[in-house]
């Protein structure tokens, strides 16, 4: 495990664990000006983030949801404070803290740790994707109609364009679930689902995960199969991947 690795678990640990100070409690909520919802727990854990990186790595570049930062730069620090904020405020623990450090443009190491669920799935490029300290791997399964798919809202299916493809998805798989924003990643990267497919992300929604889905055997693209990061994302084991792009063609 590098240096950096360890300071984004150990980052990315203690910010998390500050939001459940926060969670259940009737926290305050705000709209953004793009009407998603912030909290005191959003901002006081990616400040908690932003020092510990100016402590440890001081000039660096980072890019934050709540802060903003440096959109240019090839190398930085992306976080996302609390990803699945709705969920925070709704009292459902499938909520995350997201920390990755970018390199050239592309993802080299992410954490993605549950505060509510004590739990952490982490990754480095070309040493393999872990969960709570122990190897993980997509699942091995080929066939969709005895797969398990999640996805973001139904809403951001229809408003962006992709309930048609995302219907001849649901009547074929065995099952589909709203195990949105990280968790749903996550499931993928650690063989408990075999997709996620999120119509709408920004930044600092996938650059941690990116690493942790493609270090653990699968992948991670847009809907047309490109493997850098952009404004959607679908996550797979692999096997599938093709077949699910296919159905928003």
């Not at 990754?123 to 993980?136: D, K, Q």
């Not at 080929?142 to 493809?165: H, I, T």
């Not at 993928?188 to 942790?212: C, N």
């Amino acid at each position: 495990m590098s240096p950096r690795l360890a300071f984004a678990l150990d980052a990315a640990y203690v910010a998390g664990r500050s939001t459940l100070a926060h969670f259940n409690t009737g926290v305050h909520v705000e709209d953004k000006a793009d009407a998603s919802p912030v909290t005191i727990a959003d901002r006081e854990a990616e400040r908690l983030i932003r020092c510990a990186i100016q402590r440890s790595f001081p000039g660096e570049s980072i890019l934050g949801e709540e802060e903003g930062g440096d959109l240019l730069s090839t190398d930085r620090w992306v976080v996302d404070p609390i990803d699945g904020t709705k969920s925070f405020v709704c009292g459902v623990p499938l909520y995350a803290t997201l920390l990755s450090y970018e390199q050239d443009g592309e993802p080299i190491l992410g954490v993605c740790y549950f505060p509510a669920l004590d739990e952490v799935v982490y990754a480095e490029r070309g040493t393999g994707a872990f969960w709570n300290g122990r190897p993980c791997r997509v699942s091995s399964k080929n066939d969709l109609s005895v797969s398990y798919v999640s996805s973001g809202s139904a809403g951001s299916m229809m408003g962006f364009g992709r309930w048609e493809g995302f219907s001849s998805i649901v009547k074929t798989a065995k099952a589909t679930r709203t195990w949105s924003d990280a968790y749903g990643h996550a499931l993928v990267a650690t063989g408990r689902i075999e997709a996620m497919i999120d119509p709408i992300v920004k930044p600092w929604d996938t650059s941690a995960l990116a690493v942790i889905v493609r270090e653990a055997g699968g992948r991670l693209t847009d809907f047309v199969g490109n493997d850098k990061l952009s404004a959607e994302a679908i996550s797979s084991n692999g096997k599938l991947h093709d077949e699910i792009l296919r159905a928003f063609l």
